[in-house]
């Protein structure tokens, strides 16, 4: 059985930062790209990053290049997401996902595990 499972979230100044991190288990976690999405209430789940397979190729939301970082480590099994400079347009419930392909797709039809997210929350 596939889990991910999201933590890190919480209550943040603006122009704070916050760490999330993506513990993966059930899968061949080395085969997947994994993704970052967030949700905020009344708005669809929206792309923010996600990192191939190897971690060699990473892609960004335009609202967060520069301000935000994925990385992973496939031993064991984790991927994070580094979130500086925070907004208060940032809070929303992070969601991560794996997409079992070598491309780094943006949209949420194309990943095939979700975790159950974590809530951030930026005060302005």
């Known amino acids: 059985q596939v889990q991910l499972v999201e933590s890190g979230g919480g209550l943040v100044q603006a122009g704070g930062s916050l760490r999330l991190s993506c513990a993966a288990s059930?899968?061949?976690?080395?085969?997947?790209?994994m993704g970052w999405f967030r949700q905020a209430p009344g708005k669809e789940r929206e792309f923010v990053a996600a990192?191939?397979?190897?971690?060699?190729?990473?892609n960004y939301a335009d609202s967060v290049k520069g301000r935000f970082t994925i990385s992973r480590d496939n031993t064991p099994n984790t991927v994070w997401l580094q979130m500086n400079s925070l907004k208060p347009e940032d809070t929303a419930v992070y969601y991560c996902?794996?997409?079992?392909?070598?491309?780094?797709?943006?949209?949420?039809?194309?990943?095939?595990?979700w975790g159950q997210g974590t809530q951030v929350t930026v005060s302005s």
């Open positions: 990192i191939s397979w190897s971690g060699g190729n990473t």
């Open positions: 059930g899968l061949t976690f080395s085969s997947y790209a």
């Open positions: 996902a794996a997409d079992n392909t070598i491309v780094l797709h943006t949209i949420t039809s194309e990943y095939d595990y």
